[in-house]
């Protein structure tokens, strides 16, 4: 019985995104309205789904960390699977 309403738990809460806002001094927050890609996703996995990204930034640091920003969001890679997407407003950059 526990094992079965601890799946059931599990399933129904399922992956929990919110978009950040800023307004004046109070910080609010929403739920994300656009579909990002999910971690451990791949580089090619993305391009794929999303397609080409408009900037493509160089790797830094070790492990690498390579940002892809897209209209609405950022993708940030770990060598060559998603570690991070965030909701951006459009035309901004994080």
């Known amino acids: 019985m ?30 994300v309205s656009i579909a990002l890609p999910r971690p451990g996703s791949s580089m090619t996995a993305v391009e794929m789904q999303f397609g080409a990204p408009k900037t493509r930034h160089d790797a830094v640091g070790k492990p690498p960390i390579t940002r892809w920003d897209y209209d609405g969001f950022s993708v940030y890679f770990e060598y060559q699977h998603v570690v991070h997407a965030v909701a951006v407003a459009t035309g901004e950059t994080p």
């Not at 079965?4 to 809460?13: C, E, I, R």
């Open 2 to 31: 526990k094992k079965v309403l601890a799946l059931m738990l599990a399933l129904a809460a399922g992956p929990l995104a919110a978009e950040t806002l800023v307004v004046g001094d109070q910080v609010q927050l929403r739920p």
